[in-house]
């Protein structure tokens, strides 16, 4: 596809982003309402890469808390052990449930780094008004959308555990606080993937600029 | 102009501006530019879609009522459905985490099957539910939150982990959430917003005349 693709936004059309009715908007005026649903019509998400990159900061961030801290302390009468993210990944690793320790890597380690790193490059390209493979990038951007939702997974086997292993002084495991901190970086960054709106990937493809 | 714009479609990853063809049933619309899916013609999608969800519905409730699973050390048998578990780790002073778990893993499931019965069950009957541009926004809005299956692997994860230490027992709710997110996958792969949108709209019209 070449640079005169016909764009909505260039046309002064609009699609509503909740029932995806497309309708003609005139651009520089104020609020406008679908027209069929109600809701706001905007031509690009507004303020998508503002939002986007505080929510992927504050992801950043709180993913440290999330990794260095306790996520599940177990006790029993004769052991008692504290373990992050990525230590109890490797006891289960050592103790010979393999299949359990690859699953939990990949929802509690690789997808969450997988979706911050990816959203940090598609902000970055977006802000460079980057016309490299755009494609490939909306593809990179529909995968995290797609796994985003799996590395909720740690925190309902912390709740599932806690809740069930309350035997006193047999057994008893307890969440951490590592559990909260983890549960915001996975909420924080599917509010991320919410916000990134895909479409200005291909902006840099027209000489114009859309915004709102 | 409104005959007009009707029949265009911005696509939503990168704003191409196509006209809508007459899809066979089973197949998809993609964009030619980023390959992106525009629209789905899935069969009988309304009806599918209301089956499913009624199925769901009736299973979600068995989900919820009996135990996930039970454990049993020298006697002592402790079990937990979802919502004690919610409770319980709100007791453990962790109180966010026993807020995301339930509004992912109760909540926004139970809004979701709640939301497309309101919607299919008055139209397959002929009529046009009350505010349905609302409950299609709550639909749109409420689909990532909802983690059944993602529920369903933290099941069995835990199940694994209990079993090095305990003595394990299934309990109802465990096999209810394996066929609820079946059922959950079914319904979400029947359902075409695009066509639900267009038949309210054409119900609509049909009553309340201009």
Same mark, same amino acid.
């Given at each position: 596809m070449t640079a005169d693709a016909p764009i909505a936004a260039a046309r002064g059309l609009c699609s509503c982003h909740v029932c995806q009715l497309v309708s003609r908007r005139t651009r520089g005026t104020g609020k406008a309402h679908c027209p069929r649903c109600g809701a706001r019509l905007h031509f690009r998400k507004p303020g998508s890469v503002q939002r986007c990159w505080a929510l992927v900061i504050a992801s950043y961030i709180l993913y440290i808390p999330a990794n260095v801290l306790v996520m599940m302390e177990t006790g029993s009468l004769i052991t008692y052990r504290k373990d992050t993210i990525v230590s109890g990944v490797v006891h289960l690793w050592k103790t010979g449930?393999?299949?359990?320790?690859?699953?939990? $890597?990949?929802?509690?380690?690789?997808?969450?780094?997988?979706?911050? $790193?990816?959203?940090?490059?598609?902000?970055?390209?977006?802000?460079?008004?980057?016309?490299?493979?755009?494609?490939?990038?909306?593809?990179?951007?529909?995968?995290?959308?797609?796994?985003?939702?799996?590395?909720m997974l740690d925190i309902y086997v912390v709740t599932l555990l806690a809740a069930l292993v309350q035997l006193g002084t047999m057994a008893t495991v307890k969440a951490g606080p590592a559990a909260v901190a983890?549960?915001?970086?996975?909420?924080?960054?599917? $509010?991320?993937?919410?916000? $990134?709106?895909?479409?200005?990937?291909?902006?840099?493809?027209?000489?114009?600029?859309f915004h709102d | 102009m409104a005959d007009r714009s009707a029949q265009l479609i911005a696509c939503h990853e990168c704003d191409l501006l196509q006209?809508?063809? *007459?899809?066979?049933?089973?197949?998809?619309?993609?964009?030619?530019?980023?390959?992106?899916?525009?629209?789905?013609n899935a069969t009988d999608s309304a009806d599918r879609t209301l089956a499913y969800t009624l199925a769901a519905a009736m299973v979600f409730i068995g989900a919820n009522v009996f135990p996930i699973f039970s454990?049993?050390? *020298?006697?002592?048998?402790?079990?937990?459905?979802?919502?004690?578990?919610?409770?319980?780790? @709100?007791? *453990?002073?962790?109180r966010s985490i026993s807020l995301l778990v339930f509004l992912t893993a109760m909540l926004a499931p139970a809004l979701e099957l709640v939301s497309i019965t309101y919607l299919l069950l008055p139209l397959k009957l002929g009529k046009v539910p009350p505010s349905y541009p609302l409950f299609m926004r709550i639909l749109q809005f409420i689909?990532? @939150?909802?983690m059944v299956e993602v529920l369903m692997l933290g099941v069995l994860v835990s199940l694994v982990k209990l079993t090095n230490n305990f003595r394990v027992i299934p309990g109802m709710a465990l096999w209810s959430f394996a066929v609820l997110t079946l059922l959950?996958?079914?319904?979400?792969?029947?359902?075409?917003?695009?066509?639900? @949108?267009a038949q309210l709209d054409a119900r609509w019209k049909e009553q309340v005349p201009r």
């Open positions: 449930s393999w299949m359990i320790a690859v699953i939990v $890597f990949i929802a509690s380690v690789a997808i969450p780094l997988l979706k911050l $790193f990816s959203l940090t490059l598609l902000l970055i390209s977006v802000q460079r008004r980057s016309t490299w493979n755009p494609r490939q990038r909306t593809r990179l951007y529909r995968l995290v959308e797609a796994v985003g939702r799996w590395s983890f549960g915001a970086v996975v909420v924080l960054t599917m $509010f991320a993937t919410m916000e $990134f709106d895909p479409r200005l990937i291909w902006d840099p493809l027209q000489k114009e600029e | 006209r809508d063809i *007459q899809l066979n049933p089973g197949c998809y619309a993609s964009c030619p530019r980023c390959g992106a899916v525009l629209y789905r454990i049993e050390v *020298q006697g002592d048998r402790s079990a937990i459905t979802l919502f004690e578990a919610v409770l319980s780790l @709100w007791d *453990q002073e962790m689909e990532p @939150w909802g959950l996958a079914a319904a979400a792969a029947s359902f075409n917003a695009r066509d639900i @949108w």
